[in-house]
């Protein structure tokens, strides 16, 4: 092992780059910690991109980064019907994680973070106060005759992912998430697009419940302007994730567009049980879990845990011990927990099979759902200023239930 004196030393090493690492790194170099954000570089995640004006609010995050902005979106049922849910007040940004990731990892660096290109590979006991950690230097996929590196810190947030190995090395729990996978295809934007009978609008989302597509999530189309994210996710073992995405293509005249790139990965569904070592090691982001579900949004969650991983970090810095760890899961659900859970019991419920998302999707209908979801989205908090919208919102989606209406009614 080498010399302690020999191996450079910092407060936090935040492994992974992504919103969630980003986002902890910046926080703690604007508080004067000395920290190392480790990222892989050259892996962009698959995401359709959107973010609410709540995510540019709370992260000082200029609306010049946005590749676009939506005004509304539609949601397409098994048998074709669409439902369009125009925003009433607003927009939904959206961005391209290549750019995007980038962006906030760059902003990091001004704060005063330090940059490392490399692959986490270990953790490493040092001593009471420190760990040490194992990188391989250089970008994802791409080999390199360089040595592997140590660097050592008193604490640790692993921001790597749903399969998280900083996790599964150190947090009780953490190598069993419950996920779905992604993937999606980054297109050429067509010409037409927007135009009177065009399939594409460059101004909508297309949310799209298809069995035959994805037999318990959904697909998308998303526009990021010169670019579309076309894609879906599903937890069933076997299903043809790329031929799902080759259909959708085909049915939306997309078959020929040219492709800029592809990407896959697992997304969590679930937030851990547990988020921490009790030592060293704190995980946020898509390695705590924190994708909402039903939705899968996940940028703006991974920004806000991201946030209190930093804080609570950056409180056991500043009292000496790792008791504060702990408490960054509770101070995360105690201001999102209740929207993970509606959202979790929406998709458990429509989500199910095609002729509950036909009835799903008859709901979005409904003007009182379409004002509370935007509402709840765009504040990215159940809105309960009007409790009888959400009492008739309740006897609606018991009577689809029960199917005492009908799923075009």
Not at 112 to 124: C, D, E, I, K, P
Not at 227 to 240: E, Q, Y
Not at 356 to 371: G, L, S, Y
Request: aromatic share 8%.
């Amino acid at each position: 092992m080498n010399n302690a004196a020999d191996v450079p030393t910092y407060d936090v090493v935040v492994v992974g780059g992504g919103p969630a690492g980003a986002t902890a790194s910046h926080r703690l170099a604007q508080q004067g910690h000395h920290v190392l954000l480790l990222d892989r570089a050259g892996r962009i995640k698959p995401c359709g991109g959107a973010v609410p004006p709540q995510l540019l609010a709370d992260f000082d995050v200029p609306r010049s980064v946005l590749e676009a902005e939506i005004s509304g979106a539609r949601m397409v049922s098994p048998s074709s019907r669409v439902v369009d849910m125009p925003i009433p007040d607003g927009f939904v940004g959206m961005v391209d994680r290549g750019h995007f990731d980038e962006w906030l990892r760059c902003r990091a660096a001004d704060a005063g973070a330090f940059r490392a290109t490399g692959s986490f590979q270990s953790l490493v006991e040092s001593d009471g106060e420190y760990i040490e950690i194992e990188y391989q230097p250089g970008p994802h996929g791409q080999p390199t005759s360089e040595a592997t590196q140590r660097v050592r810190a008193r604490y640790v947030i692993g921001a790597d992912g749903a399969r998280s190995r900083v996790g599964k090395q150190s947090v009780p729990g953490a190598s069993r998430p419950n996920t779905v996978f992604a993937y999606h295809e980054i297109v050429e934007t067509p010409p037409d697009a927007g135009s009177d009978g065009a399939r594409i609008d460059p101004e909508r989302c297309d949310v799209i419940y298809d069995g035959r597509l994805s037999p318990d999530f959904y697909s998308w189309v998303f526009p990021h302007g010169k670019t579309l994210s076309i894609g879906t996710g599903t937890a069933v073992n076997g299903f043809s994730i790329r031929g799902a995405v080759k259909t959708l293509r085909e049915e939306l005249g997309l078959a020929d567009a040219r492709t800029v790139r592809t990407e896959g990965a697992p997304i969590p569904m679930k937030p851990l049980k547990r988020w921490d070592d009790g030592k060293h090691v704190l995980l946020c982001g898509d390695a705590a879990g924190v994708v909402a579900p039903a939705s899968g949004e996940g940028i703006y969650y991974a920004m806000a845990c991201g946030d209190v991983a930093a804080n609570s970090v950056g409180e056991a810095l500043r009292v000496g011990h790792a008791a504060p760890l702990r408490r960054a899961r509770s101070a995360f659900l105690r201001k999102h927990g209740r929207v993970f859970m509606v959202l979790g019991i929406m998709q458990r419920f429509w989500y199910c099979n095609d002729k509950r998302r036909e009835r799903f999707v008859t709901m979005c209908k409904d003007d009182d759902v379409q004002r509370l979801t935007w509402e709840s989205y765009l504040n990215k908090r159940i809105v309960w200023k009007d409790p009888l919208a959400h009492v008739r919102v309740f006897l609606k989606d018991v009577a689809h239930l029960l199917g005492l209406r009908r799923a075009t009614d």
